[in-house]
């Protein structure tokens, strides 16, 4: 059975952030043939074209994590009706140096809770515009954009809480692994 490996990009550097419970209780619904390696973006310095050239160790490193990855999982809050500022700066390294873009042709899925009623749902209309600019095919449906409600997202054993909750992600992580499948091969 072929082994799928998974870059899971959190857009939120908070401890105790909401989509970063989110990621975790995803990764308990991957079936078995599916790893997931979480990226961590908060050490990157911010992007600047003149490094291109000598990239810093954490650059270098989540490069390689990325082209080492069969998809992705974009977790994204929403600031200010945007993506954050960490997020994109995660995304310009991997694109660069210019013809060295790191993210083209991994499939991904992006999912997002905020506590506002419309979730992240401005947050990712951006994230697909930026990723389909990367080459990056992303899973059109379903959208998911959630508004977390309730403390405890996430139950002791770290399962998602709420049965309607886990019922809609479990749906949307069987449809991401067909997604990864059909493009990764």
């Known amino acids: 059975m072929k082994q799928y490996r998974i870059a899971l990009i959190v857009g939120s550097l908070r401890r105790d952030s909401i989509n970063r ?3 975790q209780g ?3 619904l991957a079936p ?3 790893t997931f390696d979480r990226l961590e973006i908060g050490d990157l310095p911010l992007f600047n074209q003149d490094c291109d050239e000598h990239p810093t160790p954490p650059v270098t490193r989540l490069k390689s994590a990325i082209e080492a990855a ?5 977790v994204t809050p ?3 009706r945007s993506i954050p500022g960490v997020l994109k700066n995660a995304l310009d390294h991997g694109s660069r140096p210019h013809g060295m873009n790191s993210w083209a042709g991994r499939p991904a899925g992006i999912i997002g809770a905020s506590l506002g009623t ?3 749902a401005l947050a990712q209309q951006q994230l697909r515009t ?3 600019y990367l080459d990056v095919p992303v899973m059109g449906q379903p959208e998911a954009y959630l508004q977390i409600r309730e403390d405890g997202f996430l139950d002791e054993a770290g399962a998602v809480a709420n049965r309607n909750t886990r019922r809609f992600l479990q749906d949307w992580m069987d449809r991401y692994t067909a997604w990864v499948k059909l493009h990764a091969g």
């Open 21 to 23: 419970q989110l990621a």
């Open 26 to 28: 995803l990764v308990r």
């Open 32 to 34: 078995a043939e599916f």
């Open 70 to 74: 069969d998809g992705l999982i974009f």
């Open 78 to 80: 929403e600031y200010n």
């Open 118 to 120: 419309i979730g992240t």
């Open 130 to 132: 930026i990723l389909a």
